[in-house]
């Protein structure tokens, strides 16, 4: 099993910048890649950004990509997003997830999800 834990959401203006953390414990050595995704109100859940947990190897949502940079600390067992140039339109909750065997933007192939932290963009 694998846990994970986020935090780092908040209230800022448009143009602002916030980090999110993500833990992770139990048994990292079963996980493949690190993913985060949002869900906004009345909205499915969004996949955002994805990353290896072993190699330097990303992949960004278009909405997201030049903005928003995914990275991880193995030693820490940590994965981050910081999001900068922040819009209205990128509030939402976000969740950090953990796939076994996939590496992509489809939620349903993620296998662990965090409990999610807010991330409200105000105009």
């Not at 009345?42 to 955002?48: L, T």
């Not at 209205?88 to 999800?113: F, I, M, Q």
Request: positive net charge; glycine residues 10%.
């Amino acid at each position: 099993q694998v846990q994970l834990v986020e935090s780092g959401g908040g209230l800022v203006q448009a143009g602002g910048s916030l980090r999110l953390s993500c833990v992770v414990s139990g048994s990292t050595s079963s996980i493949y890649v690190m993913g985060w995704f949002r869900q906004a109100p009345g909205k499915e859940r969004e996949f955002v950004a994805a990353i290896r947990w072993s190699g330097i190897s990303t992949y960004y949502s278009p909405s997201v990509r030049g903005r928003f940079t995914i990275t991880r600390d193995n030693a820490r067992n940590t994965v981050y997003l910081q999001m900068n140039s922040l819009k209205p339109e990128d509030t939402a909750v976000y969740y950090c997830s953990a796939a076994r065997d996939y590496y992509g933007e489809h939620a349903r192939n993620y296998d662990y999800w965090g409990q999610g932290t807010q991330v409200t963009v105000s105009s």
